[in-house]
């Protein structure tokens, strides 16, 4: 269990969903600071800055942030714009730092967030910290990792908990930067239905023209904000380049987007979708009898393999059901990809059944080829 405050607690009662963060990747220089937050600040929907100070970069030599100096450029774009300011922290004299050029916002990044000797250092710093903290996903699918994490933060004493959704590494370069996995931040929601989930579609998109997109989907799994990279001039940018929107781009995206809630009190909308439910419901009950009768048939087999000496796998046949099966679901308008990992579930299954059949026989019940 997380205990937590809710976002609309943050800063205030007109703080709260959706929570939208822009701002560039790093803070460069005074000037791109501050053009990019009064712009920024023009766009209504966005409450929160963003900037890098202290880049965690993969390679030696590149822009390694512009450090403690920007905290001041941070200050003065806070009082020119109102925005709060929001940066990544990796190290406990980075959260010192921050806190004293008043930040309003952390965030602790994929990198550190995948080590949790430096989340406990960074907790041990965070201890009784009154600004919320947001915690990125980890580099790799670990959902345990993330929960440790938040844990750990939540543990210390902060309260005022986000998690964001920023994609995992692709192995393979190619198209999207980062894999959404949306399986992860959605299992995530489900066991802890009150910690906001923020969505960075820019990590995910790589691309700015694939930013929109990536957010529409994160808004239309329940997700309560995004943080969107946005930089005066992208294409200077001495970080992430390629994903940046400029302010004006962002304003147009957040205007064009539709921020769906996840409830409604129109009746008509419950009484319909309740009927629709329960047709799924009685569906669903269909489909798991199928699938026992079919178990069924499969331990029968399985007996009569016993009693024959005959091997468990049968892949011609499994070619031919996957054949067949695959077929039908194309003329049936099925996922070929979604009909084949169930199909190999339901062998998988079967296999176990059979196999617990054999290691159930009698001694002597099994044969030995000669
Ligand atoms: C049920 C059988 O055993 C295995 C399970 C299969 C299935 O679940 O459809 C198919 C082939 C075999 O690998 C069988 O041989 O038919």
């Not at 990044?109 to 915690?135: H, K």
């Not at 989930?197 to 997700?223: F, N, R, T, Y």
């Not at 064009?256 to 009685?282: E, G, H, K, N, V």
């Not at 009768?293 to 468990?312: C, D, P, S, W, Y």
């Amino acid at each position: 269990m997380l205990d937590i405050v809710t976002a609309s607690e943050w800063f205030g009662s007109e703080f709260g969903r959706p929570i939208i963060i822009g701002g560039p990747c790093s803070a460069e220089t005074r000037e791109q600071v501050m053009s990019t937050a009064l712009a920024i600040a023009e766009i209504k929907e966005v409450s929160i800055f963003r900037a890098g100070v202290w880049k965690p970069r993969t390679r030696p030599g590149n822009f390694e942030g512009a450090g403690n100096e920007a905290l001041e450029w941070l200050a003065e774009a806070k009082a020119a714009t109102g925005l709060k300011m929001a940066v990544e922290v990796a190290t406990p004299a980075h959260v010192e730092a921050a806190l004293k050029a008043g930040v309003d916002v952390l965030w602790v990044g994929a990198r550190t967030v995948s080590n949790p000797f430096s989340v406990q250092e960074l907790a041990a710093a965070l201890g009784g910290v009154d600004v919320p903290v947001l915690v990125k996903n980890p580099i790799n699918p670990d959902i345990e990792l993330w929960i440790g994490a938040l844990e750990r933060i939540n543990r210390a004493g902060c309260k005022k908990l986000a998690a964001i959704h920023r994609g995992f590494y692709p192995f393979e370069k190619r198209g999207l930067r980062n894999i959404p996995r949306w399986e992860v931040p959605i299992e995530l929601k489900r066991l802890f239905p009150n910690l906001p989930m923020i969505c960075d579609p820019s990590h995910i998109a790589g691309k700015w023209e694939l930013v929109q997109s990536i957010a529409q989907q994160a808004l239309d799994l329940d997700m309560d904000g995004l943080m969107i990279e946005t930089h005066i001039n992208p294409s200077v940018a001495l970080s992430d380049a390629r994903q940046q929107l400029t302010p004006a781009q962002l304003s147009e995206m957040v205007g064009s987007m539709s921020f769906p809630t996840s409830t409604t009190t129109d009746t008509s909308f419950a009484r319909c979708i309740q009927t629709l439910r329960q047709r799924i419901d009685s569906l669903d009950a269909q489909m798991l009898e199928l699938i026992a009768q079919r178990m069924k048939i499969a331990e029968e087999i399985g007996r009569f393999k016993l009693q024959q000496n005959v091997t468990i796998l049968q892949v011609r046949r499994f070619e031919q059901i996957l054949k067949d099966r695959l077929e039908q679901a194309e003329v049936i308008g099925l996922n070929h990809e979604f009909v084949k990992n169930l199909l190999e579930m339901v062998h998988k299954e079967s296999i176990l059944r059979q196999e617990a059949i054999m290691r159930s026989s009698g001694p002597g019940e099994r044969k030995f080829p000669c």
